[in-house]
């Protein structure tokens, strides 16, 4: 679990620290605050190959400046975390053909010319060094492969995204540790009272049973249970690793929002999965509370945050859950 | 329900209830001073919850992106105006453990004094800082002139010959008072009495109040 992160040149953050960090991590913060670019920056901390997704618009020669902090690609994106003093360079290759000297492993014939790309320099507590070579034509190439760094499994839940191929895998892991009757049964209790089986086909699809004569493919659910889908297979096959869940309200009724709330709180306390979430809804921080209290979770078990943009900086305000519940109680603005 | 609260002012004052935020206003409005926001605390007695409440205040977002210039906590000083300080005193060092951005003060040594830190922190204790008593005994000494008044006490009195271990005094001292000068006898609350001029804001028991808010405003 890590406690701190900070981000130096990554896109809105030319400065930033976030510290007490526990097991859930609530953000919120107005429009152009940082919230997601907070994620992806934790994202690219432990899982640098999704430098290819975090952007709609992906990862190419056009907005790889874009990255850095007012378009300055003369320094570094630096993000950091005191835990094993995992460090993280990222220069902007312009021409990694030149920058082959640094990777040893590949023959530099494979490697065409004038790639543009991004260096990732890591260092770590065990002194260990790894360099990491992705272009923007989606080639990779690592360095001192012998080495390790301590990286934690990491995943980013893009909820707008409806390609569902790494739940399907995620699922399937499932199912082979046997662990899908009781996902279903958590979906149904949840949210989708109707729901009997889901089932992986041998073309490798959702199918699910709602009590009809067939099976109905796992795209006719609705928005909730999907989304629902996507945060528990995602829990369950992270064990002692990091979520990032953009606006996890996204299509949740307000009605079933304490439910599904208790349902990942539950299945993050179980399987160690430290947790953050941004959203812009009352509504959900409230029945984040609410499914807080009524799970009687110890007080350093979360904290939440919102991000300010103040001027060419983005700040965090943190708040402890006493502070957030009698902020609520009060009527006083938190998001 | 309301607009949640967000802070629009840089100088801010903490009051222990709705009424004490009403009869502040008043004042203020009196004194043509409108840079100041006033926002209630509810629940002193449980000093934990206090602490967490003053905290998400000021932790509130603001309208605009300026700092906090000066901030006052006002309590009853009910028994003793000197521990009513210590007990503010001692909420305000809690608060500076939890070391909010952008709010660096010092604790106050006197009452009604701001500090000289980069954020100014000042106490007033209710009704003058030194007397025991409350808001209400503030509001009850401006209007001793009034016939009314007397008709108050005699009630009161009255009643304590019946009960006497009759409790919250002052409060049953204004709300009968209240109900004697209000409008077609309307019920009404201290703030709402206070807003409607049902007592004397031109006395002289206000003038430390005043002076205090005026500092404030000057901060």
Redesign the interface.
């Known amino acids: 679990m890590i406690k701190d992160i900070k981000i130096k040149n990554y896109k809105g953050f030319k400065d930033f620290q976030l510290d007490n960090l526990k097991q859930i991590n609530l953000i919120t913060g107005k429009n152009n605050t940082g919230k997601s670019t907070l994620l992806e920056a934790i994202s690219l901390l432990y899982n640098p190959k999704s430098v290819y997704f975090i952007n709609f618009s992906g990862f190419n020669s056009n907005n790889c400046y874009s990255f850095f902090h007012n378009l300055n690609t003369q320094d570094p994106i630096i993000i950091s975390t005191s835990h094993n003093n995992l460090k993280l360079n990222i220069h902007l290759c312009e021409n990694i053909k030149e920058e082959q000297r640094f990777i040893k492993d590949e023959k530099p014939e494979n490697i065409t010319k004038k790639e543009t790309g991004f260096r990732f320099l890591y260092s770590s507590k065990n002194k260990a060094k790894t360099d990491l070579f992705i272009n923007t034509n989606g080639n990779y190439y690592q360095t001192n492969k012998s080495d390790k760094i301590h990286i934690s499994d990491t995943k980013l839940i893009n909820l707008r995204n409806t390609y569902l191929d790494n739940y399907v895998k995620q699922f399937d892991e499932i199912q082979t540790n046997k662990q899908d009757d009781i996902l279903i049964k958590l979906l149904k209790e949840t949210i989708a009272p109707r729901l009997n089986n889901i089932t992986l086909s041998q073309d490798n699809t959702l199918k699910v049973d709602l009590g009809l004569d067939k099976y109905l493919p796992f795209s006719a659910l609705g928005d909730g249970i999907k989304t629902l889908f996507k945060i528990l297979t995602t829990i369950y096959t992270t064990k002692d690793g990091i979520i990032l869940i953009d606006e996890i309200e996204n299509g949740f009724h307000y009605s079933v929002m304490n439910s599904v709330w208790k349902v990942i709180l539950k299945a993050a306390k179980e399987f160690g999965v430290q947790i953050f979430a941004t959203t812009h809804s009352k509504e959900c921080i409230e029945n984040y509370l609410k499914a807080f209290n009524e799970l009687e979770l110890e007080d350093d078990f979360d904290n939440y945050y919102r991000l300010e943009a103040k001027q060419d900086e983005i700040i965090s305000v943190e708040y402890t859950t006493d502070e957030l519940k009698n902020a609520l109680q009060n009527n006083f603005e938190i998001r | 329900?309301?607009d949640?609260?967000?802070i629009n002012k840089d100088k801010l004052l903490f009051v222990e209830g709705v009424d004490d935020r009403a009869v502040i206003y008043r004042l203020l409005k009196s004194l043509n001073i409108d840079n100041i926001q006033v926002i209630?605390?509810?629940g002193k007695d449980n000093r934990?919850?206090f602490i967490?409440?003053l905290?998400?205040?000021l932790?509130?977002?603001k309208e605009t992106?300026f700092q906090i210039n000066a901030f006052a906590i006002m309590l009853d000083a009910d028994n003793e105006a000197k521990s009513s300080f210590q007990k503010a005193c001692s909420i305000l060092k809690e608060l500076q453990k939890r070391k909010i951005?952008n709010l660096d003060f010092d604790i106050p040594k006197k009452f009604a004094e701001f500090t000289n830190s980069k954020t100014k922190a000042a106490v007033f204790i209710m009704p003058d800082c030194k007397c025991c008593g409350m808001l209400e005994t503030l509001c009850l000494n401006s209007v001793k002139d009034d016939p009314f008044y007397n008709c108050v006490e005699s009630f009161i009195s009255n009643a304590k010959g019946i009960k006497n271990d009759l409790d919250y005094i002052e409060k049953r001292k204004v709300l009968s008072f209240i109900a004697l000068k209000a409008k077609k006898g309307h019920k009404k609350s201290l703030g709402e009495a206070f807003e409607d001029d049902i007592f004397n804001i031109n006395s002289d028991v206000f003038d430390l109040i005043k002076k205090f808010l005026k500092d404030l405003s000057l901060r």
């Open positions: 329900m309301s949640s609260l967000r209630c605390i509810d934990k919850k967490d409440t905290s998400a205040a932790k509130s977002p992106d951005k």
